[in-house]
């Protein structure tokens, strides 16, 4: 017969491990809920990008895209609106001189 105190020291001993197991069980599943929270979150981003990636801001018809002297410039193919991204606009006219502005812009309008 098994005396107590050794009775004891086995339920400590199987408590303990099952303490150890459930936390392992809830790291692990923490864990996978966050990867697919993560993953989740990056293929929404992806899916609002490609609903709206080179999409007029104005009338949300497709935008081409148009190279002057090196400068892309995205222009609706349905409204005609002219978009520009970040410092494009200083490149196109803080680095050229008023010749190079004027014809740039009736070429940009189509005039």
Do not use: Y
């Amino acid at each position: 017969m098994i005396d107590g105190g050794r009775l004891k020291a086995e339920d400590d001993w199987f408590l303990k491990n099952e303490r150890e197991l459930l936390e392992a069980a809830r790291v692990a599943r923490e864990k996978r809920e966050k990867e697919r929270a993560e993953l989740e979150r990056s293929q929404e981003l992806e899916r609002i990008k490609a609903a709206h990636f080179m999409k007029c801001p104005k009338c949300g018809h497709d935008m081409a895209t148009e190279d002057d002297c090196g400068v892309e410039i995205d222009r609706c193919s349905h409204c005609e609106g002219i978009f520009l991204d970040a410092g494009e606009l200083e490149d196109l006219f803080l680095k050229r001189n008023e010749t190079q502005r004027r014809s740039f812009m009736r070429k940009l309008l189509r005039i």
